[in-house]
């Protein structure tokens, strides 16, 4: 079986030490180990990369500047050293009326069939649910801007699937593209880390209940940030432990795009 050869990034987070004034500091901490990888069980997910270029829009969204120019450095030659390689590629969207009409997303819809009815769901409140809404995210004042602007959503110009490249739309599609391919673990991209591949439908939470190893590649994503921790991204970092710690492993795309180009 040919393999991928990677540098693995992981988190060892056993032998606190209880003889220091923070014990959690004696964790082995952050390690890496170039490591074998099934390359017919791997696939890259590209999840949600949109056309948000201008964050003028949609002020309450700070990471868009960065997620920008990962758009326009980073996922180019991922996606074209993907391609080229022959590596197996997903796509994960949001939202709706701008991918329905793709053959990728067809075949994932006719391979995957309706999706079960959850067991039970619970009354939400509306009243809590529409004040979290006006004073939490995105802010009242910002709603009518916020709809407009994400009402158009569109792939990024530069992640835009290519053919009958698999197009899911949650995690019962995916799954289905990912049996059919024989896959059974996902280097995610996108954004944003922590919020949408996280949570979102078709996100490392959905398909790790569905017992895919869900990795993430470090430099092709970025962090919803708050305002304590914008400026040295420490959401992002934070996240990226979250990954290696539950989900899988970290990558580097400059090291995967040589392993993919052989």
């Not at 649910?129 to 995105?138: G, L, S, T």
């Amino acid at each position: 079986m040919k393999k991928l050869t990677l540098p693995a990034s992981y988190y060892q987070q056993f032998n606190a030490d209880y003889s220091l004034a923070v014990p959690g500091e004696g964790y082995g901490g952050w390690q890496t180990k170039t490591m074998d990888f099934a390359w017919e069980k791997t696939a890259v997910v590209v999840m949600h990369a949109w056309n948000i270029d201008d964050p003028t829009g949609i002020p309450e969204c700070e990471y868009i500047p960065r997620a920008a120019v990962i758009a326009k450095k980073v996922l180019p030659g991922l996606l074209r050293a993907v391609r080229e390689s022959g590596f197996k590629l997903f796509h994960v969207v949001g939202r709706s009326g701008y991918y329905e009409s793709l053959p990728g997303y067809q075949r994932a819809v006719a391979l995957a069939g309706p999706e079960p009815a959850p067991v039970w769901r619970l009354d939400s409140d509306a009243e809590l649910a529409r004040f979290r809404y006006e004073n939490v995210w995105p802010g009242k004042p910002n709603i009518a801007r916020y709809e407009a602007k994400f009402g158009k959503t569109d792939f990024h110009p530069a992640a835009r699937p290519v053919g009958d490249e698999g197009v899911a739309a949650n995690g019962h599609q995916l799954a289905a593209l990912c049996r059919e391919a024989g896959v059974n673990h996902l280097i995610y991209c996108g954004f944003a880390i922590g919020a949408c591949l996280l949570v979102a439908p078709g996100g490392m939470l959905d398909m790790q209940r569905r017992g895919a190893l869900c990795s993430v590649l470090r430099d092709a994503t970025t962090a919803v940030e708050n305002r304590e921790t914008a400026r040295q991204e420490l959401v992002k970092q934070i996240e990226l432990w979250r990954v290696a710690l539950y989900f899988g492993f970290v990558f580097r795309t400059e090291d995967l795009c040589q392993e993919l180009s052989g």
